[in-house]
Nanobody, 115 residues
């Protein structure tokens, strides 16, 4: 059994910042990669950012230069620092972690960017 527990979502004004956290726990101790996806109403789920245990990262084009993904391997926790938020960043953000190719998902946290 694997649990991914997300925190840090909420309402923020355009140009503001938020930090998401996701802690993985359960019977699996190594996840690679870990990251974040998002899904806006009426749209498909898309990659936001992900990071390997060695620290290699990749980002969705729309967030490059504004978002930063990081992780604490010892805590099996992944973070997403989101700066310069835009209304189009509004979505449910899902934590994702893979173990030997098997994907695990968090239940999602809402991020709303609005004035």
């Amino acid at each position: 059994q694997v649990q991914l527990v997300e925190s840090g979502g909420g309402l923020v004004q355009p140009g503001g910042s938020l930090r998401l956290s996701c802690a993985a726990s359960g019977t699996i101790f190594r996840f690679n990669p870990m990251g974040w996806y998002r899904q806006a109403p009426g749209k498909e789920r898309e990659l936001v950012a992900r990071i390997t245990s060695a620290g290699y990262t990749n980002y969705g084009d729309s967030v490059k230069g504004r978002f930063t993904v990081s992780r604490d391997n010892a805590k099996n926790t992944v973070y997403l620092q989101m700066n310069s938020l835009k209304p189009e960043d509004t979505a449910v953000y899902y934590c994702n972690a893979e173990s030997y190719g098997a994907p695990y998902w968090g239940q999602g946290t809402q991020v709303t960017v609005s004035s």
